[in-house]
């Protein structure tokens, strides 16, 4: 059997044994190891942080019921929330589908990518989200994010004017 322009018996098959194979080649490197995690049948997941916002029609409940449901969605297929974050409802930059605020939500995610992309297909198909992004990372930030902190929790930006220092001279 030809796979492409290759006989089938030299193409590589991607199973537990080549990422443990790519795990000591690349033993050390930070970045590999502390993004693949195995869950107990030996799937390797790795770390989200999702961010999606509902219509303002819906009420704080509704959005913390699709919540549940998106932590269910995620646990039925092998992956699991450590943290999610109810932020509001938020004035948006622009207009989205006729709506001018939104329902804020943080969720962390520990799954494997085919759980990720099933949660977000349904969430595509849900008329209540107006937009939702996942990104991959090295670690989870640990207690509140940015957004749930306090303004004099944050760590300050330093003397009267902030990072960017005095004015320059004006030539006239």
């Given at each position: 059997m030809?796979?492409?322009n290759?006989?089938?018996s030299?193409?590589?098959?991607?199973?537990e044994?080549f990422?443990?194979a790519?795990?000591?080649?690349?033993?050390?490197?930070?970045?590999v190891?502390?993004?693949?995690?195995?869950n107990?049948?030996?799937?390797l997941?790795?770390l989200y942080?999702?961010?999606y916002m509902?219509?303002q029609?819906?009420?704080?409940?509704q959005?913390?019921?699709?919540?549940?449901?998106l932590?269910?969605?995620?646990e039925?297929?092998?992956g699991?929330?450590?943290?999610?974050e109810?932020?509001?409802?938020?004035?948006?930059?622009?207009?989205i589908k006729?709506n001018?605020?939104?329902h804020y939500?943080?969720?962390?995610?520990d799954?494997?990518?085919?759980a990720v992309?099933?949660m977000?297909r349904?969430?595509?198909?849900?008329?209540d989200?107006?937009r939702?992004?996942t990104?991959?990372?090295?670690e989870?930030e640990?207690?509140?994010s940015?957004m749930m902190?306090?303004?004099?929790?944050?760590p300050?930006r330093?003397?009267?004017?902030?990072?960017?220092?005095?004015?320059s001279?004006?030539?006239?």
């Amino acid at each position: 059997m030809q796979t492409g322009n290759f006989p089938a018996s030299r193409v590589p098959a991607l199973n537990e044994e080549f990422f443990d194979a790519f795990r000591r080649l690349h033993r050390g490197f930070a970045p590999v190891d502390a993004m693949w995690n195995s869950n107990s049948k030996g799937v390797l997941m790795a770390l989200y942080e999702h961010i999606y916002m509902a219509r303002q029609d819906v009420s704080a409940a509704q959005v913390e019921e699709l919540t549940k449901t998106l932590t269910e969605l995620l646990e039925a297929n092998g992956g699991k929330v450590t943290k999610h974050e109810y932020w509001g409802i938020k004035s948006l930059a622009y207009r989205i589908k006729k709506n001018r605020k939104a329902h804020y939500t943080l969720i962390n995610i520990d799954a494997p990518h085919a759980a990720v992309a099933e949660m977000e297909r349904q969430m595509r198909i849900n008329e209540d989200i107006l937009r939702h992004l996942t990104i991959s990372v090295d670690e989870h930030e640990e207690g509140p994010s940015v957004m749930m902190q306090k303004r004099d929790d944050r760590p300050d930006r330093g003397g009267k004017f902030g990072d960017r220092g005095p004015r320059s001279p004006r030539r006239f």
